[in-house]
């Protein structure tokens, strides 16, 4: 056994000799190649492009004339983790909001099914390794150009403290604190590529990816992204002391300490204030903002403990209480992926997520203490889990897993590492007969779920038209557009408040008074519309009560109205649940 095992592991090994600089293609990996590539563009900009992708697996098992399944501990996972996400859907306070998580779990899905065949050969999976590492080195480089234009800016200005502006810094448009979230994602892919290479050429360019990943996670000035990446490091020496000699360890060590110190000495002040705990205004503002934000979301956890709100009906829920602190009501996230799935997903969706890890800690630690596995897979397993931890403990302090698309598949993708490993309990054979049924049933939930996602998009297109329209002045267009929205959408909440504003600019118009040029006057005043205008603003409220941009405009159209006891409501309840607003 530890023969053939050997042979194997040299077989690997030699094939890493092409890798890099050397590398050529084979027919058969082109389109391996290309399917590698789509899922990370896709994913990158936004995953439900790889919505098709669901019809290619169904026609691929349609394809198998013996249709046969592995039951393995990540399938029982993966479906646990699918059925649990479909339920909380189904009991959602606003189900057209949800269907969107449900797409995206059934994506990820379907990439795990075709994996795990691509991933028997470990030709392919070191080529998922190859395109991973390209593709981080290109938004590295452009991430740290992106950077010193952005110091730049801010230098010639005469501003150096670079912790007050790090929310002015967003490469590619994404927030900073997602982007730090995304470059500790690459650590452990670029990581466990650099472990499978043997020329030293090759090797130093991955060091160099490692160098830029490293100075970009350091500007980020993100304490919660520091933290993280010291225990991905601390986790990672603890996991390879049994594995690696004392010098090796010693000297990965060294390189590490080399890295963050050179990044940080570039950024020495910054990085300073960074570490310090709650030096400057803005660090203050955050500590105690999210201190008062996870207090309000235990009160939203309270009142559906069970299956939550529904995936992204945060926004929903938040205005459910007053709120406690001046930040709250900016805020469009928990800061806390952990609080949000218990708000959205409540316990059900929140133990799904809790037996899918569970599931990934037991194929880990079985595989790190089998002695079928040699060293350097046990080195692979060991970066995997420690990049999975990493990310998870960055969760606790900014909530980017659900809400940015490309975190979310990163991180399945270090689950999808462990394929390899997996654990194997049972295979089962299926008739043609059930094959069919299988097939008939999976064609049926994707055509449901094509059809809502054709009517999200001409949802979002007329939205955004309406948009475009409101602002040239064009009111008469824009209700048109906003009313094809709410007939796929009735009782979206954004869509109702972009019906009463417009109602509202076309039921009186102001101009200046030809006796008095300093001052203004109702030219025009339809009432019935502007109280067509007050329907749609109770719509809103009867979803969020205490969402204070409605009680607002509910009061200054009920003043307009002559309705002043009604106005005076609004006004209070505004100054009861929201004093900051």
């Known amino acids: 056994m530890d023969v053939s095992i050997d042979l194997e592991q040299n077989k690997i090994v030699s094939r890493q000799n092409i890798f890099m600089l050397d590398f050529k293609l084979t027919k058969k990996q082109v389109p391996i190649t290309l399917f590698f590539c789509v899922i990370i563009l896709a994913s990158f900009w936004n995953i439900q492009l790889l919505f098709p992708l669901i019809l290619l697996v169904i026609f691929k098992v349609y394809k198998i004339s013996q249709f046969s399944f592995r039951l393995s501990y990540l399938d029982i996972g993966f479906i646990i983790l699918l059925m649990g996400e479909i339920i909380t859907t189904i009991f959602s306070s606003y189900i057209y909001n949800s269907l969107g998580s449900v797409n995206r ?29 390209f593709f981080s080195s290109i938004l590295l480089i452009v991430t740290v150009k992106y950077f010193m234009f952005f110091y730049k800016n801010l230098t010639s200005e005469g501003f150096f403290e670079l912790n007050n502006f790090k929310n002015l810094y967003t490469p590619f448009g994404v927030l900073n604190n997602i982007w730090a979230s995304i470059l500790l994602l690459f650590i452990p892919f670029n990581l466990i590529f650099l ?15 490692l160098l830029l990943t490293v100075f970009s996670i350091i500007v980020s000035f993100s304490r919660g992204a520091y933290l993280s990446v010291f225990v991905f490091v601390f986790l990672l020496n603890v996991l390879l002391i049994n594995y690696l000699r004392f010098k090796q360890l010693f000297l990965y060590n060294i390189i590490m300490v080399l890295m963050f110190s050179t990044s940080a000495l570039l950024m020495y002040n ?15 503002r955050s500590t105690d903002g999210r201190i008062a934000l996870w207090k309000h979301s235990f009160k939203l956890i309270k009142d559906k403990p069970i299956v939550g709100y529904g995936q992204d009906n945060y926004l929903l829920a938040q205005d459910k209480h007053p709120y406690l602190g ?37 194929i880990v630690f079985k595989n790190l203490k089998s002695r079928k596995n040699t060293q350097k897979e046990k080195i692979e397993i060991a970066i995997i889990f420690s990049g999975i931890i990493a990310i998870l403990v960055r ?22 590492l462990l394929i390899p490993y997996d654990i194997k309990i049972k295979e089962y054979r299926f008739s043609q007969r059930k094959k069919i049924g ?24 007329n939205n955004y038209k309406f948009v475009e329209a409101y602002e040239k002045g064009e009111i008469g267009k824009s209700l048109k557009l906003i009313d094809k929205a709410l007939l796929l959408s009735p009782k979206n909440i954004i869509l109702n408040k972009h019906k009463a504003i417009a109602l509202a600019a076309s039921a009186y118009k102001i101009d200046i008074s030809e006796k008095q040029p300093n ?13 067509l205008s007050l329907d749609y603003l109770q719509r809103v409220l009867t979803k969020k009560p205490f969402d204070s941009e409605t009680n607002y405009n509910l009061g200054w159209v009920n003043f307009i109205l002559g309705n002043d006891e009604k106005a005076g409501y609004y006004f209070n309840k505004i100054l009861v649940s929201d004093k900051h607003f």
């Open 105 to 133: 779990i059934v994506i990820v899905f379907s990439i795990y099914i075709f994996y795990k065949n691509i991933f028997k050969k470990g030709d392919n999976h070191f080529l998922g390794s190859l395109i991973f590492y």
């Open 195 to 209: 472990i499978h290479l043997d020329k030293k050429g090759d090797k130093i360019l991955l060091i160099l990816n």
């Open 270 to 284: 910054s990085f300073k204030t960074t570490i310090s705990f709650n030096k400057i205004e803005s660090q203050q």
């Open 326 to 362: 001046e930040d709250i009501a900016n805020s469009y996230r928990t800061n806390n992926t952990y609080i949000e799935l218990l708000i959205e997903r409540g316990i059900l969706g929140f133990a799904s997520y809790l037996f899918f890890f569970l599931i990934v800690l037991i």
């Open 395 to 416: 969760e606790f302090t900014f909530s980017s897993l659900f809400e940015n698309d490309f975190v979310y598949l990163l991180t399945f993708h270090l689950v999808f």
């Open 438 to 461: 299988f097939l008939a049933i999976s064609l049926v939930v994707f055509s449901i779920l094509f059809v809502i996602n054709i009517k999200r998009v001409f949802l979002v297109y």
């Open 519 to 531: 001052l203004l006057f109702v030219n025009y005043l339809n009432k019935d519309t502007l109280s």
